[in-house]
């Protein structure tokens, strides 16, 4: 250790001039520089519902007019997630909870680089939800319910999994063998059977006030 | 499942005309329209060095330079991503590679987005760097050596890490008593005795190539 000098400029201490050490304290860029940058506000916007529901059409819908209006966006999902940074993570109920605190984690750091982030799992269980609200900044996090109806969801099926998993091919299915706790006070609450899904993205626009520039 | 329709568009049948559902696949916004309306390529710059070799301060003056020219960064390191997503791991091997496979997974996820991204990690593994450069597209990844001798980094010992370690109160420290792997060609070798913080910064621009705007 060198002298009486804070330890977190000592690091550097040997390589530049005590004056530049404190300079370059102030110019680390933060935050509200790299928001400012990107002319937007950070935003994380949390769409969760049932497999099925239709989140994933509504996140590409929202991002499709965010873009369009100069916004920079990204989507965090099951197809970006579960197989990379998640894809050491199973459907038991303690993997779940890791999976939404990695994505929560994930999607601080996205609105902390200055990105409107939209997340899209069905992450069903309402602490979880809440708990990634708390790691976001004050009115950052916005949970949107894609309330779509359990028997529409086992209707349309995209995937078959509904049928699978009544079959009991597929354990630990949401709505079948699996909780889905509703959202209680969402932000935003989507009932999908009531619209296309660019009228349920015009929502979330009209909420998050975006839509006017 | 409706009719002879692909499975991916199924999902969307029930709320819009089949004419939309394609068009909806054409407005998905992809990585080369994140990376336009940021005016620059992603990239992932990915320092490598002991502790106490003048990472974080290299990695600051490099953001500070990159923010002023206006592009759109974000430094991922120990601070942001050990505290964070990071905070179930340890520092066994196993738990460095899980550490590093997870930052690695981040980048890509933020450079998909259009970011500039600069990790900051020890990274004392040179399989698990190799790892990191897979995940990137082609020229994407940027390995930039922080070579620091040990002797110097002892010698400062900013957080007196290097200390505790040689006292036993720190078990697995990289160089005392957990290895460092050499990078064998990294894109950028940085002799951190030769150079100001900024000099080093002004290496790796030129090795990227994006002072010239």
Redesign the interface.
């Known amino acids: 250790?060198?002298g009486g000098h804070d330890?977190?400029f000592?690091?550097?201490?040997?390589?530049?001039t005590p004056r530049?050490e404190i300079v370059?304290q102030d110019?680390?860029?933060r935050r509200e520089?790299?928001a400012a940058?990107?002319r937007q506000a950070p935003r994380v916007i949390w769409l969760t519902g049932l497999s099925?529901s239709?989140k994933?059409?509504i996140a590409?819908?929202l991002?499709?007019r965010l873009?369009a209006l100069?916004y920079?966006?990204?989507i965090?999902d099951g197809d970006?997630i579960r197989h990379?940074?998640n894809r050491d993570l199973s459907f038991s109920d303690a993997d779940r909870v890791e999976n939404i605190r990695?994505v929560a984690?994930?999607a601080?750091?996205?609105a902390?680089?200055?990105?409107i982030v939209i997340v899209s799992f069905i992450s069903p269980f309402q602490a979880d939800r809440d708990m990634a609200r708390t790691?976001m900044e004050n009115g950052e996090f916005i949970e949107v319910y894609v309330d779509t109806p359990l028997q529409?969801c086992m209707?349309?099926?995209?995937?078959?999994l509904y049928r699978r998993a009544l079959m009991g091919e597929i354990k630990q299915f949401t709505g079948i063998s699996s909780a889905y706790e509703a959202p209680t006070k969402p932000d935003v609450h989507l009932k999908?059977?009531t619209?296309?899904?660019s009228d349920m993205a015009a929502e979330i626009l009209q909420y998050i006030d975006v839509a006017r520039s």
């Open positions: 250790m060198i330890a977190r000592a690091e550097t201490e040997s390589i530049v530049q370059r110019l680390q860029v520089q790299r940058i990107k099925g239709g994933s059409t590409n819908a991002e499709s873009h100069g920079h966006t990204y965090l970006n990379g940074l990695r984690e994930v601080k750091l996205m902390d680089a200055g990105l790691l529409e209707r349309r099926d995209p995937k078959g999908t059977t619209g296309a899904p």
